[in-house]
């Protein structure tokens, strides 16, 4: 696939591709796709250690940057969970976003996606009130004052922050930095989470909601995954564009509806191990935005 051919005018759609090797390294990685955006984690998505970037990496980042145009966003690492009630895994995660955050200032990345958290056994209002406070005293640790916090949307309304728009808003209402949040939206976590995307009328009812207690403006990303559970399970199992229970009428509606058209778009699709697979779902994608046959490919076994 040549870039020429797969991203029409300034349209910002990438995947979520590996920092191995250095985080300068994934730019390569996403120019080979096509790519005008792509989301990376700044250290292992697994453990509690904060990114470590020297000198030469982040020249070498911010060069490859401007000189290839392409949006890099950053995921926050899995392990953070700014609503626990445990005091351990609370002081990591302070300790782990800040840092986080403060590359992403480093490395000139605008915006940073972040789970809310998980409330555990305590009362939705403690638990928002513990993840506000958690990213507040995050963001003031940091001397990065040029990113935006992206609060994404969550699968399970019973066990996480973010499974409804509500819960967004109640973070935003209750933090201090308000005006360093926005809202990443999750197209399988929606799904999920009870809003039936499958048609066009689900698709404008879904975003007209998210207007109303949010407002659009506040929408700067868009996680493109179809879903592997049944509807409304609350299941976070991504599954390729077109391959699951959500199926292409939702991702066609999002890539041609002007309101998103300058929102990056990310995949988080199941890889393999070339570029198979993520050549194949952003070739569709396209093909949805400019009304063509959809390609039709085989896509390989996931990379375990």
């Known amino acids: 696939m040549k870039k020429s051919n797969t991203v029409p005018g300034k349209l910002l759609i990438g995947a979520h591709l590996s920092a ?3 985080a300068d390294i994934a730019f390569d990685r996403a120019e080979k796709l096509g790519c005008t955006a792509m989301q990376i984690f700044l250290s292992n998505a697994r453990q509690w250690k904060p990114p470590v970037i020297n000198q030469d990496t982040q020249t070498l980042f911010l060069r490859k940057q401007k000189n290839t145009g392409i949006m890099p966003i950053a995921h926050a690492s899995y392990l953070i969970n700014c609503a626990s009630q445990n005091p351990e895994v609370r002081k990591n995660s302070l300790r782990l ?3 986080e955050f403060e590359t992403c200032g ?4 605008s915006r940073y996606v972040l789970h809310p958290g998980n409330q555990g056994g305590q009362e939705k209002t403690l638990a928002i009130r513990a993840a506000a406070g958690i990213i507040d005293e995050a963001i003031e640790m940091s001397k990065n004052t040029n990113t935006t916090l992206l609060l994404e949307t969550t699968a399970s309304p019973q066990k996480s922050i973010g499974g409804t728009f509500e819960d967004l808003k109640a973070v935003m209402d209750t933090c201090t930095q308000k005006t360093r949040l926005a809202v990443c939206l999750d197209t399988c976590h929606v799904f999920q989470a009870g809003w039936d995307i499958r048609s066009e009328d689900g698709c404008h009812a879904m975003f007209a909601e998210f207007d109303r207690i949010l407002g659009l403006p506040l929408l700067q990303c868009i996680h493109l995954n ?3 559970a049944p509807f409304g399970r609350g299941l976070d ?3 390729h564009i077109g391959e699951g229970e959500i199926g292409l009428k939702a991702f066609s509606f999002i890539m041609r509806d002007a309101r998103f058209r300058n ?13 198979t697979n993520d ?3 952003l070739s569709i994608l396209i093909a949805l935005l400019q009304r063509k046959r959809v390609p039709r490919g085989q896509f390989k076994p996931r990379d375990t």
């Open 97 to 99: 976003l800040a840092a």
């Open 279 to 281: 050549l194949l779902n």
């Open 106 to 109: 480093m490395l000139g990345i």
């Open 20 to 22: 191995a090797g250095g």
């Open 237 to 239: 199992r991504h599954e």
């Open 226 to 228: 179809d879903a592997k």
């Open 263 to 275: 929102v990056p778009k990310c995949i988080e699709t199941p890889k393999s191990k070339d570029d």
